[in-house]
C-alpha cells in the first residue's frame, strides 16, 4: 500500500507553482470573507486555478458536518453560522474578479439545519443569475439525504449544472464516505434532479487509487448513464493528511485514457479523465458552455445523449 503523504509520488505529478491572479483571487477571496473548496480540500489545482484567475466558492460555511475519510474539510456536529450576506459578498467578489462567464459553487454538508442549508444555496445561486442571467452556474451540491423537497430547493433556483458526486465505487462507500452517504442514495440524487428539470446538466465524478478494480468502475459509470448523468469526471485520491485514507495506489494515465474512451462509448457528452482533474476543476467547461449555447439558439433542442447497449 502506496502511502501518499510520505512517499515519493510518480512522475507525472507535477503542480505547477502560482503565476498571474493568484495573489488577487486569494486576496479577494479573503477581503470578502469567502471560503474555497480549492483551499480548504488541499486541491492540487489550487495554483493553477488561481493564476487563471478562477476559483470554487464554497458556500455555508467552513465546517462540515459529515465526516468522509478522503476529505480535508473541517468537520463537526455542528456548522458555523450561515452568513445571510454571502450571496452578496460572491456576486461582489464576481464583479472584483471580473468573472461573468462561468461560476463553481460547492457548499459543506450542514445536516445540522432544518433544511441541510438548501434555501441558503439556493439565496446564492439566484443571487449570482441576477446579477448576470448569462453567467453559467454549476453547482456542486451535497446529497441532502436524498430529500426531494431540498434537491427541487436548489433545482428551482435554475442552476445551469448540478454535480453530486458518487466519489467510489460502490463496494467502498462505507469505507470511504460518512454513513449517512451512500451509492444508492447518491443515484437517487442526481436521478431526481433529471426528474424535476430534463435539461439541467448533470455531472458526477469519482476518485482512483482507493483500492477500486475496473469492473467496478465501468459498472459506475453505466449506473450514472442509465440514470442519464451528462458529464462523468476521473481523478486520482491523494491522501490529504497522515489521519486520511492511504492511498492504494496511484493510476497511470493511460488507464484514465483508457477509462476516458470507455465513458465515451457509454455515452456520456463528455468525460474528463487524468490524475489531476478534479469534479469542480473546470471539467468540461467550454463544452457546456457550447452546449448551452446551443439550446438557447435552438431551445426545443435537448442535449443529445448517445446510449448505451
Known amino acids: 500500500m502506496v502511502d501518499a503523504v510520505n512517499s515519493h509520488k510518480p512522475e507525472w505529478f507535477k503542480?505547477?507553482?502560482?503565476?498571474?491572479?493568484?495573489?488577487?483571487?486569494?486576496?479577494?477571496?479573503?477581503?470578502?470573507?469567502?471560503?474555497?473548496i480549492c483551499a480548504e480540500g488541499h486541491c492540487p489545482n489550487l495554483s493553477e486555478c488561481w493564476s487563471s484567475g478562477t476559483a470554487t466558492f464554497m458556500v455555508m460555511g467552513d465546517t462540515c458536518t459529515r465526516g468522509c475519510r478522503f476529505c480535508n474539510v473541517k468537520t463537526a456536529a455542528k456548522g458555523t453560522q450561515l452568513d445571510p450576506h454571502e450571496p452578496e459578498k460572491l456576486v461582489a467578489a464576481l464583479q472584483e474578479l471580473?468573472?461573468?462567464?462561468?461560476?463553481?459553487?460547492?457548499?459543506?454538508?450542514?445536516d445540522d439545519l432544518p433544511d441541510e442549508g438548501s434555501s441558503h444555496f439556493a439565496a446564492c445561486i439566484k443571487a449570482i443569475k441576477q446579477y448576470n442571467p448569462n453567467i453559467i452556474v454549476e453547482v456542486l451540491i451535497p446529497d441532502f439525504k436524498g430529500n426531494v423537497d431540498f434537491i427541487k430547493t436548489i433545482v428551482d433556483a435554475c442552476p445551469d449544472v448540478i454535480s453530486h458526486n458518487t466519489e467510489t465505487v460502490e463496494r467502498l462507500q462505507r469505507r470511504v464516505r460518512d454513513i449517512r452517504a451512500?451509492?444508492?442514495?447518491?443515484?437517487?440524487?442526481?436521478?431526481?434532479?433529471?426528474?424535476l428539470n430534463p435539461k439541467i446538466i448533470t455531472k458526477s465524478s469519482i476518485m482512483l487509487g482507493l483500492g477500486e478494480t475496473e469492473e467496478e468502475v465501468v459498472k459506475t459509470m453505466k449506473d450514472l448513464r442509465k440514470i442519464g448523468v451528462t458529464i462523468f469526471t476521473l481523478g486520482q485520491y491523494l491522501r490529504p493528511s497522515q489521519r486520511h485514507l492511504k492511498v492504494v495506489e496511484y493510476v497511470h494515465p493511460n488507464i484514465f485514457e483508457k477509462y476516458?474512451?470507455?465513458?465515451?462509448?457509454?455515452?456520456?457528452?463528455?468525460?474528463?479523465?487524468?490524475?489531476?482533474?478534479?469534479?469542480?476543476?473546470?471539467?468540461g467547461e467550454l463544452f457546456i458552455k457550447n452546449i448551452l449555447k446551443n439550446n438557447h439558439q435552438n431551445p426545443s433542442v435537448n442535449v443529445v445523449i448517445k446510449q448505451h447497449a
Open 15 to 36: 503542480i505547477r507553482p502560482p503565476t498571474g491572479q493568484f495573489e488577487q483571487v486569494k486576496q479577494t477571496i479573503k477581503k470578502h470573507g469567502l471560503t474555497t
Open 98 to 110: 471580473n468573472i461573468f462567464d462561468y461560476i463553481v459553487i460547492t457548499s459543506v454538508d450542514r
Open 182 to 195: 451512500n451509492y444508492t442514495q447518491s443515484l437517487s440524487v442526481l436521478e431526481t434532479i433529471k426528474k
Open 260 to 283: 476516458k474512451v470507455i465513458g465515451e462509448k457509454l455515452g456520456f457528452a463528455f468525460v474528463a479523465a487524468g490524475p489531476f482533474v478534479r469534479s469542480s476543476y473546470k471539467a
